[in-house]
């Protein structure tokens, strides 16, 4: 019954998201319409009839398959979550006592059996109920579906069969039906972070007045610790768009949408959505440990580290960027570009204490430093430093503190900080954006959490932990879970950080199981673990379990992605479940050089050639997220990729492991927030007793006459 519960739980938010698109705009902000009558009510949209519904199993919204491709169930028909109100059974009655119907747009009407009837856990005013697609129902559209308890009719809500659209219209006089949440939604007491608007305003004030000082005319955004926008600030006169350029090949954008053919680079795009994703990766990327800005982030995502180096590695982040994006079903909220590699932003500290970060938009460029040697000076960064007077970083956590391989890492270029009279808020050169009013840090996403003895925090979407819907002896059961992560968390306790200061510190991670179907079982964070981890750790398992379950290349050939399953296949790559693989070894498979780091070989097969490379055009990873990374940017409300696996987009840097029971593959590990090494390290102490057989990991795989890696320990990883 808790597994049920908390996947309730998980429906029910995922659904209450589903009602706006990408804004700063609290979802908890829904209005009560006329969600409350004597009669049973089935909640929609906030602006529509369409049900707030998703598949009972998967959590897959609409449209709806009419048989889940996966059997459930011996019928293997779908069974479908609608939320109901004015609906509580009496003692001693069971689902019987409800009925449904469904009108497709030919006036047939279908029997959908109710096979639960249940309160939502924490929301006393909604009830699930799940109905059972009729036999006779295939592609038909739009339906729209009623209740019914003790003779008594719900209004009628429209829900997709097949595909979306047609169907009969509305019921005369039929509204919206969104259930109260303003009024009962718990929110966390816990904020991330303690900025208040006057500081968010002070902040803003002193990066207007630094442009000022310097003429230019840009556009500032402040987040709170966990990504939230605070305020958005446009100076008058400031670029409205800006333009993605790297190292590849530029194009010319589409006049009307700002998109372009082939990757990012090109792409043109509103001017908040840079700062926004600026000033997140520094709120992301920061902690008490350490503090990076996206001068940093630029330094360890390109191909080579450290960049314009020949013959050495791609970054240690190769492909971070793609992470935490706006279509993310695990980062709420997302970036709106995902994690940004343009110099210009800053984290916000107090006390020492990480509280958020800043980030500026005004060249209409957003790229990567190509260079770092040359200690390019951008206006951005400058006056991103003059932003965080008073919000300073301790001196000993700064990136350019920190060594990773003996290198140093940038964080700023900036030697002097620009530092002219404060304009009021009230006078100053421009406005706040609409959609992104001043306001103070947030309620935090995150709960105190114990596991394995450990001390940390999880997300109640993903707490407790849960087992895999399949069920069986090989499938993963809440206790493995626990058991996995427990063990992650107790290694991570022990490991030496590559990352953190003052030296000597233990590792802070994240740290993921999911199934073989990328459904996530379980999600803690130790405590200060930057936040990028979060969506990070689901990336990692989630790409592990794909690429080594026995479907992987027919689900990208069905996706449209078959070059890439030949491109392997001409190296000697099976995607059929032959091959147990980790990130580092699906990374590895996609460089642009290959083996990684060798100039002049030819790229990985999951890689773009190195003429056309860049890190806005990665490869098989930004292909599988653009089209719909795109329309969540505009707003839309979809999954990063269509394949039901990859609902959060594939990662491709080093930290995580399959799970195996009885030689069986039943889910994988992912761990983020620390050096890859110690990822690695701390992911195979969690699978450790759920290990592959030796025989097919892929360090027994040789490619082009080199051996694939599967994971690779630091040494002496233990404090």
Known sequence: MSSLRTRIILCFLVLLAMVAPYSTVDILQISTTTAQGPRPVLYSEAESTRAIAVESVTNKHEPFSTANAVSFSPDNRTRVMLFAGNLHLAAGEGPEVVT?????????????????????????????????????????????????????????????????????????????????VREVFPTNPVTAGTLTPDEVMRIIAQAVSAAVALNKAVTVAVTDREANVLGVF???????????????????????????????EGTRLPSRFAAISKAATSSIFSTSGNAFTTRTASFIIQEHFPPGVNFQSGGPLYGVQFSSLPCSDI??????????????????????????????????????????????????????????????????????????????????NVTQVLQPPTIPFANLPGAVEGAFPIRGAQPSAFGAAVVGGIAGEADPSFFPFISSPSGGANSLTAADVDQIISHAAQQANITRAGIRQPLGSNARVSIAVVDTEGRVLGIFRQLDAPVFGFDVSVQKARSAAFFSKATAGAELRAAGFGSYVDRA???????????????????????????????????????TPINQW??????????????????????????CTTIPGLPNGLQIFAGSVPLYKNGVLVGAVGISGDGIDQDDVIASGGGNGFSPAPAIRSDQVFVRGVRLPFVKFPRSPDL
């Open 100 to 180: 449904a119907d469904a009108e497709d747009g030919s006036h047939n009407i279908y029997q959908l059996k109710v096979e639960h009837v249940g309160p939502v856990p924490d929301q006393e005013w909604a009830t699930s109920v799940i109905v059972k697609l009729d036999e006779q129902m295939g592609d038909i559209g739009d339906v729209l579906v009623r209740i019914y308890y003790k003779g008594i009719a719900s209004n009628r809500v429209r829900v997709a069969v097949g595909h979306v659209g047609g169907g009969p219209p509305d019921d005369p006089g039929a509204v919206p039906t969104p259930g109260p």
């Open 234 to 264: 446009t100076m008058t006169g400031a670029p409205a768009t800006f333009q993605i350029r790297g190292p590849g090949p530029l194009q010319t954008p589409d006049p009307i949408t700002g998109l372009v053919p082939v990757g990012l």
């Open 331 to 412: 980062k709420k909220p997302g970036l709106p570009l995902g994690l940004s590699g343009d110099p210009g932003s800053m984290p916000i500290y107090k006390n020492g204490i990480m509280q958020g970060g800043v980030g500026i938009e005004g060249d209409g460029i957003y790229t990567v430093d190509r260079d770092p040697t040359d200690f390019d000076l951008p206006f951005e960064e400058v006056i991103a430093v003059s932003a965080v007077r008073g919000f300073e970083t301790p001196p000993l956590i700064r990136g350019d503190n920190i060594l990773v391989n003996g290198i140093r890492l940038p964080f700023i």
């Open 569 to 607: 296949a001409a190296d000697g790559v099976q995607l059929n479940g032959a091959v147990a693989f980790t990130d580092r070894a699906i990374g590895f498979l996609h460089r642009p050089f290959f083996p990684d780091g060798i100039n002049n070989s030819n790229a990985g097969p999951f890689s």
């Open 614 to 639: 860049s890190p806005f055009n990665l490869g098989l990873q930004l292909d599988l997220i653009k089209t719909n990374l795109q329309a969540a940017i505009v707003g839309a409300n979809v999954p």
